[in-house]
């Protein structure tokens, strides 16, 4: 079983042993991926851990949801997954509020509507549903590993007399011997 299978499985489990307990008869027809957010479609948000599009922005006319590829337990990603199968159920209309805190708070969701986790009751559910469905078959993903890491910030050192400046590294400050300008001998510097 891929991801998306994974996925897929918890979607139907989901449906059949949580929403369905608090009457909610969630749309046959909806796309899990395991995926990046998008803010507005075009830029990619890193910090968002699922996102579900209303059928309205699909071509196919189904709801796709995305869950972050930063996050590997099972347990979280159920979590996620449901708090995402709440805005499939009303295509996106409710946003955080009404419709949706009502079927997040009836399932067992906490906290901040806009960043839900699984209260005791239904992390016990979630539990049973990885253990039936198995280890989430994905390792987790830290884009961040292939950022580079500013090496050096330079500074801008002023005199206050010429005006005359120029950038360079703490060390480079913290190392100088000669602190005057080579111009007026009136060095107050100042890091900007």
Request: hydrophobic share 35%; net charge positive.
């Amino acid at each position: 079983m891929n991801r998306e299978e994974w996925l897929h499985q918890g979607y139907k489990e989901l449906g059949n042993s949580v929403f369905k307990l608090v009457n909610v008869e969630l749309p046959d027809d909806v796309k899990v991926s395991c995926g990046w957010a998008s803010s507005g479609g075009a830029s990619r948000n890193r910090t968002t851990i699922g996102q579900c599009f209303a059928r309205r922005v699909s071509d196919s006319k189904v709801n796709e949801i995305f869950i972050s590829p930063k996050l590997d337990d099972p347990i979280h990603v159920l979590d996620v997954l449901a708090h995402e199968l709440i805005h499939a159920y009303d295509d996106c209309k409710s946003g955080h509020r009404g419709q949706f805190k009502r079927i997040a708070v009836a399932i067992g969701l906490e906290g901040k509507m806009t960043a839900t986790h699984a209260g005791e009751v239904l992390k016990e559910k979630l539990q049973a549903i990885a253990k039936k469905i198995g280890e989430y078959p994905h390792a987790k993903l830290d884009y961040t590993k292939q950022l580079k890491k500013q090496s050096t910030r330079m500074i801008k050192v002023a005199c206050n007399e010429c005006e005359f400046s120029y950038r360079t590294s703490q060390k480079n400050i913290d190392n100088m011997e000669n602190k005057t300008c080579n111009c007026c001998g009136e060095w107050a510097m100042e890091a900007c």
